[in-house]
């Protein structure tokens, strides 16, 4: 027990540790690791979207899915599995993406944002936490998307074919336009993003079950590893200069639901964005279909104009996220209630 | 008693466990199929001072034997 901890702890740090070396080496402030961030700028290379500098297919995005595909083979745990509701786990992926995008950062780069001293994470942190407990009320009722069955091996390499494929043409320049887009070193992403891939497998490192363990089984295992994470970019950001505090209320209100929304999905999901490319990686089509879904989502967000800029949150983004969280709401409600009808 | 836990994300398996021993059973057989879902599952028993027997079953499925 105490062995799995430190994996988590350990993990935190590590993740903190890549963020604040890709930052210095060109990536975006405070976006060293951004899940929701990189696959929109994936989705955008793809031309999915046409956001200009936001085309670039970061190596990142397969690097964790590599390296938790690599763990998962060393460890004998890779397996294709598939056919958990995959069409609604489709649409949280999508509103996850929606409300990644408007408050500007799934849970990791939230967390990256607040050690950067950017205090409008903190009203997210407040959403996250509450989209968390109402999430895991839906599961202590008896919320499920039901169970997975064993596929194909073929059925489980997609998604890493897919990434090694996209990660061949980013390198070549065959796809996006790199040259637009803040951005560390290729090597250096995708070698950083293998070991966190890795270690994420191993130690289960996620953003959501960290608060929602804690609300379900008082367990603090997996919160570790994400305060571990913040205390590493805050002492590191404040070593390199980089910790600025700013502080606003404007858009309070939205930053709190769109993390609300992504703190919902994620727990409906069983884990947060950076946890469904390790799923995906060891082979979990389910979390797969999720990543489409939040492509899907990038893609929606920009071509409609309702993902925020750092200054704004559009008023198309303020009506996804309602409309978001009524949805995903309902899902729940609806499970919850047929649960003691129809069989698992 | 059993919980058939096969095919279930976290942290479903363990959800279910811990409805399985809100009565404290003497003994409860957990069926899962990922090493996420054992290890979880196993730290709650323990935590709920259940000791914790794992017998392979089959194709990756594991029984998770708990006991007082």
Redesign the interface.
Known sequence: ?FK?KNLVILTGFVIGLAALILVAFGNPTNMGFCIACFIRDITGALELHTANGLQYARPEIFGIILGSSLLALL?K?W?A?S??APVLRFVLGFFMMAGALVFLGCPLRMVLRLGGGDGKAIFALLGFTGGIALGSFF??KGF???????QKTVDGIVLPIIAIVLAVFSFADLIGDASAAKHAPFFLSLGLALIVGGLAQRS?FCMV?GI??YI??R?N?LFLGSLTLFLTVLIGNIILGNFHVSFTTDGSIWFFLSMALVGLCGVLL??CPLRQLI?AGEGNG?SAITVFGMVVGAAVSHNFSTASTPALVKTGGKIEIVVGLIIVSLIGYVIISKQNKEV? | MNVDARGLVCPQPVILTKKALTDRPAAVDVLVDSVAAIENVTRYAIAMKYNVEKVASSDGEYILKLSK
Do not use: Q
Not at chain 1, 144 to 150: A, I
């Open positions: 027990m799995e460890n745990e397996r599995t056919g958990s599961l202590n499920t998307l039901g169970r997975s069955y064993k289960r079950g929602r363990d379900l089984f367990e295992r069983g884990g799923l389910d698992i």
